[in-house]
């Protein structure tokens, strides 16, 4: 759109501290009542939100297709350097008379008001889309000539809140986010004009309005919208989207400008909606008030509450803890790389998938499929609606620096990448890039335009790699994440075993004496677990429990090669082939960051990986690599202390072959000789390269 001029803030990492004082650039990742002093912490709310296909992952990826239409600008997120959302708003209503749009949760604009009371007279008027007053969700209604076997859903409740109705039919999203946040932006004093589900509810988009856009793409912003709207129409749940799908914040800025444009208009008349005066509030806990249940961090275990809360106020009552909470439930409601198998169960989204593809084809194998694992460890989705569920385990990952902001923008580095052509494979029916694209033949209810495109489950490229093996072949695995997807596989498929050669683990950690810590730094209750074991104890339950053959690289010694000032060096030394510098420039960022910012001191286990992956590669000889055999047990209790743990048990652990002992400067050589190697030089270096290649006529 040409707009370079608009700033663009995102998170922070700042914090709150438990006497209610806002640090200064507070991310805004957490919902004001779970906002502590970093940016990892409870998904109390943002559970409701689905994580994968038809939630984040679609939106995170605009359903696959936001890479391949949009133009790659100058601009991009860097670690530390990205403007924070504290500061934008900060220039911005500094200097002057502004209006704010709020079309999300309100945490971070709340977070500013409270933090810079003096700024609010800046703020001339909020525009809200948001929130539910009188309103009737037409979504989930039984026809009029149904049946008896049809049972309404969401029928005239009062919200949105589709994932969890039962418990909460009366919240909608925006508002449901940060309910306290909303509270304070409601009560701030500014002029607020709110757009409700009341009146969106009124504005479907049907059949009629989407065959007049599809016959209206002249500008690129058209198109770019259609395309949206039309694959969200493709790949809806059900066959009712015309009477579900709503013009939201399109429709709040269309009544916001049409406002705005008469100076003189001090009632909100406008050309799309009447408009009334009403008292509102925002309801954050439940009666009783003053109730003490554990249920609410302002108030519980603090002698006096945060921010100086009322006791025995409105917001001193249950807060809704997670999905089904009971207290609201209402009642009678070695060879050559396969595949790789995607966990979002680890330290980044589902849609980081798309970095992987683009990884892939830097290194000219876009012949190797990609699978997309379950985006929760096991029996964290909820029972009703799968969709959804808890965030017991994921809890653990910051949101913001040296977390799930870096690892899916690969700290800056993704758009550095070549993209990913979107390429059909014959066989597998596999394409080279992350999509939203379906098909009914895999249990959607409908193909979209492409439904060949469709994006492969982790399961089904297990399969498909798992019957093209040759009689007596069998499959090597390595795992540098949470075991989700193995554990799945092992539990779906009895032959696993059969088809197994061994099991490279990158993970768990070995306590010997009681002295050595984990490495789950963002949970102190838990002193010796290991992420991926932590992030998906069940999996790794299930897999230790197998009887696989198991290769152990646990943290003890991930530690004594985790250094990367020798990484580093041996890398300046090796041949500069373009695997070789963007490791070497993606390492030194890491390094740069753990010695800048205390968000990062963290970084070194990330190194783990490229030790997994060096020690199936290699000649154990060639490190001087010593193992020992251990029957080893993985705790999953259920108990946030003790998850994870990977102890040995001489009456109930399984034999494991451990990693004990490597020669550091072998494997420093044979990761940086490796990267070296210009006969497995990339296929293209970096997205310059592939402009320079896409802008070079052909011959």
Not at 322 to 331: E, G, I, N
Not at 338 to 355: E, F, M, R, Y
């Amino acid at each position: 759109m040409d707009r370079n001029d608009i700033a663009v803030g995102v998170g922070g990492e700042g914090g709150i501290l438990q006497d209610g004082t806002i640090l200064s650039d507070i991310g805004g990742y957490l919902p004001i009542i779970e906002q502590g002093i970093g940016t990892a912490g409870y998904c109390r709310y943002r559970q409701a939100i689905p994580i994968g296909q038809g939630g984040r992952l679609d939106i995170d990826s605009n359903y696959g297709f936001r890479k391949s239409f949009l133009p790659q600008g100058s601009r991009k997120y860097s670690p530390l350097r990205q403007p924070t959302a504290q500061q934008v708003m900060m220039d911005k209503v500094s200097a002057g008379p502004i209006t704010v749009f709020l079309i999300g949760a309100h945490t971070n604009f709340a977070i500013f008001l409270m933090k810079n009371p003096h700024l609010k007279k800046n703020v001339e008027h909020i525009y809200v889309m948001g929130g539910g007053v009188r309103s009737k969700n037409p979504t989930g209604c039984c026809p009029q000539n149904a049946t008896s076997s049809c049972q309404p859903r969401q029928c005239g409740d009062h919200g949105n809140l589709f994932t969890d109705y039962t418990s909460n039919p009366y919240a909608e999203f925006n508002i449901f986010g940060d309910p306290f946040a909303a509270y304070q932006v409601i009560h701030s004093g500014i002029p607020v004009t709110l757009v409700p589900l009341d009146a969106t509810n009124t504005i479907p988009i049907n059949e009629e309005f989407f065959k007049a856009f599809e016959q209206s793409q002249h500008t690129y912003e058209a198109q770019y919208s259609f395309l949206s709207l039309k694959m969200a129409r493709d790949t809806w749940f059900d066959d009712q989207f015309y009477t579900s799908y709503f013009m939201w914040d399109s429709f709040t800025a269309g009544v916001a400008t049409s406002i705005m444009r008469s100076s003189s208009n001090s009632n909100g008349e406008n050309e799309f909606a009447e408009m009334e005066f009403i008292n509102i509030t925002v309801v954050t806990s439940n009666e009783p008030y003053g109730l003490s249940d554990g249920s609410n961090p302002f108030f519980d275990g603090l002698k006096t509450p945060k921010f100086n809360l009322k006791k025995g106020g409105v917001h001193s009552g249950h807060v809704q803890t997670r999905l089904r909470d009971p207290f609201c439930l209402v009642q009678n409601g070695k060879g050559r790389c396969k595949a790789i198998l995607v966990s979002p169960t680890g330290w980044a989204n589902a849609a980081t998938i798309d970095v992987i593809y683009d990884l892939l084809h830097m290194m000219g194998r876009d012949d190797i499929p990609v699978g997309l694992g379950d985006v929760f460890a096991m029996n964290q989705s909820d029972s009703i609606f799968s969709a959804v569920g808890d965030c017991k385990y994921a809890k653990a990952i910051p949101h913001g620096g040296g977390g799930f902001l870096d690892s899916d923008t690969l700290y800056g580095f993704a758009r550095d990448l070549p993209r990913s052509p979107r390429r059909p494979r014959v066989k597998l029916e596999l394409y080279c890039r992350y999509t939203a694209e379906n098909s009914v033949k895999f249990g959607a209810p409908r193909n979209t335009d492409h439904p060949e495109l469709r994006q492969p489950l982790a399961l089904e490229v297990w399969e498909t790699v798992s019957k093209s093996l040759d009689s007596g072949s069998k499959i090597t695995i390595l795992t540098n994440g949470p075991l989700t997807n193995l554990g799945k596989i092992i539990l779906s498929d009895k032959n696993t075993s059969s088809l197994i050669q061994d099991v490279y683990i990158v993970g768990g950690h070995i306590n010997y004496d009681a002295t050595e810590k984990g490495n789950v730094f963002t949970m102190p209750s838990n002193k010796y677990a290991e992420f991926n074991m932590f992030l998906d104890p069940l999996a790794a339950k299930a897999v230790f429990d197998s009887g696989l053959d198991i290769i152990l690289i646990p943290l003890g010694i991930q530690r004594k090669i985790s250094t990367f000032p020798k990484i580093l060096d041996r890398l300046h030394q090796t041949k500069k082939t373009p695997e070789a510098l963007f490791s070497r420039r993606l390492l030194s960022r890491l390094h740069h960051l753990q010695q800048k910012h205390h968000r990062y001191q963290h970084m070194d286990i990330f190194l783990g990986e490229v030790l997994g992956a060096v020690v199936l590669g290699s000649d154990h000889s060639i490190m001087s690599s010593s193992f020992q055999v251990k029957p080893i047990k993985v705790i999953a209790t259920g108990v946030d202390s003790e998850d994870g743990h990977t102890v040995i048990d001489e009456k109930s652990g399984k034999s494991v072959k451990i990693l004990e002992n490597v020669d550091p400067v072998a494997f420093y050589d044979l990761f940086a000789n490796r990267l070296g190697d210009e006969k497995q030089s990339a296929a293209v270096g970096s997205f310059k390269e592939q402009k320079r290649i896409w802008s070079t006529p052909s011959k």
